[in-house]
């Protein structure tokens, strides 16, 4: 019953407005695709916002647990939340917290969801749960968010803290026992509670088990994503001995290449953008370290980076060839994310 709410939650963010806007957002991608020059049309369907850099966990390929940044960490300002969500509260169904960092450190995240919630706008965030406290998780059913993805990347504190270097797995469990409760105290259907389950081999063997640990504690949903690993063509202890859980693969050489053909184009610069805490406006999340800057929200409005010569050149970029820019070489984006 949990995904059957989950979607009907989503479809009640579709207005008319929202509706019109994502047929011309697809018909705009594949008018683009047919001619290999971009045209844009419409206005996203999808944003992620960063609300900070800052984590307290050290895991490994992540930007932000290595503290490998280049470019400076922050908390988001809520005023420059606001106003963006303002300018495309007509346009956008579904909103992201979360590019890199754990949302729970920004002390007026749960302030910023309800205010996405007051204009019917579906909202989702992830989170490693150590924040989930009787008090955060009751604040979060009441901030009325759609969606809450914990990471939850082993079943023993052994496995789990293999890469979530620093977590501690009693916090996750009990975090998540609180927002479940709270649920229930509340009669609330929401937040639609998944566990994602990041496969990598040192936990591979732990996947039927974090089903049953799931339907125990009354998730709604259990999720395998595959691991993003950055120098993986001479493969790394990290990738999964079943194929099936891994982006990668070992050619006739022995080298690892991703399981993408990397075709030109990509779907994801028609219909959704990563934003950071700063007001920076990036193509997608694959672009961690905001290298392709396509606009500032603090000097431009969102139409106006968005239908801008710098995102229309990005756009062509990719047309021309989209296995030349570096972000793309580790991308998902057209193979089987979810196993």
């Not at 803290?161 to 009669?187: A, D, F, H, M, P």
């Not at 990563?274 to 500032?296: E, N």
């Not at 010569?309 to 060839?321: A, D, E, H, V």
Request: glycine share 6%; net charge positive.
């Amino acid at each position: 019953m949990g995904k059957f709410h989950d979607s009907l939650n989503l479809l009640s963010s579709f207005k008319l407005k929202r509706i019109k806007n994502a047929f011309l957002v697809l018909f705009s991608f594949y008018y683009s695709r047919l001619l290999k020059k971009p045209y844009a049309l419409g206005l996203p369907v999808s944003i992620s916002f960063e609300p900070t850099t800052s984590c307290n966990l050290r895991c490994p390929e992540c930007p932000s647990g290595l503290r490998s940044f280049t470019r400076p960490t922050g908390m988001l300002e809520v005023r420059l939340f606001e106003q963006v969500i303002i300018q495309m509260k007509d346009h956008l169904t579904y909103l992201t917290f979360y590019f890199q960092g754990e949302p729970y450190l920004h002390p007026e995240f749960l302030s910023m969801v309800k205010f996405a919630k007051s204009h019917q706008i579906y909202t989702a965030t992830s989170t490693n749960a150590h924040y989930l406290n009787e008090e955060n998780a009751k604040k979060t059913v009441e901030s009325g968010l759609s969606r809450l993805i914990i990471s939850i990347d082993g079943t023993t504190q052994e496995t789990y803290q293999s890469y979530r270097v620093g977590g501690q797995l009693n916090k996750v469990i009990e975090g998540t026992r609180n927002i479940i409760k709270w649920k229930k105290e509340l009669k609330s259907q929401t937040p639609h509670v998944i566990f994602q389950f990041l496969v990598v081999k040192p936990n591979e063997h732990q996947i039927d088990d974090v089903q049953k640990l799931a339907k125990e504690l009354g998730v709604d949903e259990v999720r395998l994503k595959t691991a993003q690993i950055y120098d993986y063509e001479d493969g790394s202890t990290l990738i999964p001995e079943n194929v099936k859980y891994s982006r990668y693969y070992k050619d006739a050489s022995g080298k690892y290449k991703i399981k993408n053909s990397l075709d030109d184009g990509c779907w994801k610069m028609w219909h959704s953008c990563v934003i950071t805490w700063d007001g920076k406006v990036v193509p997608c999340c694959f672009d961690k370290d905001a290298q392709h800057q396509l606009g500032a929200l603090q000097v431009n409005t969102f139409k106006e980076v968005w239908f801008g010569t710098s995102y229309n050149n990005f756009r062509q970029q990719l047309f021309k060839s989209r296995s030349q820019i570096e972000m793309c070489k580790n991308c998902t984006e057209g193979t089987k994310v979810w196993a």
